[in-house]
Structure formats: C-alpha cells, structure tokens
C-alpha cells in the first residue's frame, strides 16, 4: 500500500508558465514533506522541504503548499524553465525517532521551450 | 563539499560473482543510507547506519550485506544475486538520523545482474 502517492505520471508545460505538482499522502504521523528533483543518471537532488506546522514554504521559484486536513501537497515553480525538466519525487517522513522517508513514483516534467 | 560519491557508476555481474559498491561523503554526516530503485518506481530504503551502527534494516535479503567501516565510508557486498536485483542502488546521507533531515543522495550504482 502506497502511503505517498503521486498520481499523475507526467506533466507538460510551456516555458514561463507554472508547473503545479501534486502529492497526497495517507499516513497521518508524516510531518515532514520534501520534494527532490532527478536527471537521468544521477541521483535525487533536495528542492525544498516544509514542516507540518507550516502550509507554505517558498524559495525562489519553487514553493511548497502543504494542506493537512486533505493530506495533499504541491510543487509550484514558476516560471518554468526547460532546465526544470526532470522527475519530480514526493517524500515523507514520520519524524520522532527517525528520518526514514517514504517517497511517491515520481512525476516527469517536461518543459516545452 | 555536498557531494555524495559513489563507485563504481556501472557494473554487470553474474549470479556466483562477489562484488562490492561503495559510497563516501565527507560532510561530516553521521547517518549513510541505503536505497534501491527499479525503473518507473520510487526508491525504497534497505538499510540506514546512524553514528557507524545498523539502525534499520527494511527485511533485505542477505545477499545483500552492508558494512560502515567509518563515518565517511559505506559499502554494499554483494553475493549470488539473482537478475530481479538489477536496479539502480542510491547511497545518501545526512547529519543525523533523529527529527526530520534532508538526505543528500550520491548518483548511484546501475547493477545488472546477468
């Protein structure tokens, strides 16, 4: 049973409009969300990360929207650039006595110049 | 320095081989992980070290066998695998392994195993 679900397998977007990447997730003791970013043949890289007591955290063209009640997150980057093309991952942890993270399946990007 | 470094990028082995991976950061992090990753899937954890001792271990089969032989150092010996083990094997670390952290992650090990 998949407790971070990213539904939607891919995503395509005109360069310079916004991208929104969503998340739902089941378990209700994850209280720390991350979305990393992967290229082809390399490994995750961290984006940005916010913490159940927040409902936003932003930085730069990247924020975070994280709604508890609907167990629901999002990715906004906006503009999108092409450079932004890459698997987008979805990860939780439960915190407390350890960092495990659960990620989602991931979500290709593709920005069209 | 926020690299994760993994060696070697590439390796094909048979099912009676003995191989090892290797990982190393030098970020002073105090907990190095394991993870797997199949193709079109999320990775899935294998094993975490926390301060050089096995803190988890996700039920791996034993012919996989990790081993921290220093805060920087983490290895994954390798053992009569079977072809369903061909992934991509991802090492991370992060400073700590209690309260939430961010995982860096090396490029990872694309094992094939014939």
């Known amino acids: 049973d998949q407790q971070v679900k990213q539904n939607s397998p891919s995503l395509s977007v005109q360069e310079g409009r916004i991208s929104i990447l969503n998340c739902d997730y089941t378990n209700s003791m994850f209280d720390y969300f991350l979305w990393y970013k992967k290229y082809p043949a390399e490994g995750p890289t961290f984006l940005i990360s916010i913490s159940s007591i927040k409902d936003k955290n932003e930085d730069g063209r990247f924020t975070v929207f994280l709604n508890k009640s609907a167990k629901h997150l999002s990715l906004h980057i906006v503009p999108s650039q092409p450079g932004d093309s890459a698997v987008y991952f979805c990860a939780a942890s439960e915190g407390g006595a350890n960092s495990k993270l659960t990620f989602g399946k991931g979500i290709t990007l593709s920005v069209r110049p | 320095d926020t690299e994760v470094t993994q060696t070697p990028k590439h390796l094909v082995m048979g099912m009676t081989n003995k191989k090892s991976l290797k990982c190393e950061q030098h970020?002073?992090?105090?907990?190095m992980y394991w993870y797997k990753q199949k193709a079109k899937k999320p990775p899935e954890l294998m094993f975490v070290?926390?301060?050089?001792?096995?803190?988890i271990n996700e039920s791996v089969p034993s012919r996989f066998s990790p081993e921290c032989p220093n805060s920087s150092l983490l290895n994954l010996h390798l053992h009569a695998l079977q072809p369903e083990d061909s992934a991509l094997y991802l090492c991370?670390?992060?400073?700590?392994?209690?309260?939430?952290?961010?995982?860096?992650f090396g490029s990872g090990t694309q094992l094939s195993v014939l």
């Open positions: 070290y926390s301060y050089e001792k096995l803190s």
């Open positions: 970020m002073g992090h105090r907990a």
């Open positions: 991370a670390s992060s400073q700590g392994f209690t309260g939430p952290e961010k995982l860096f």
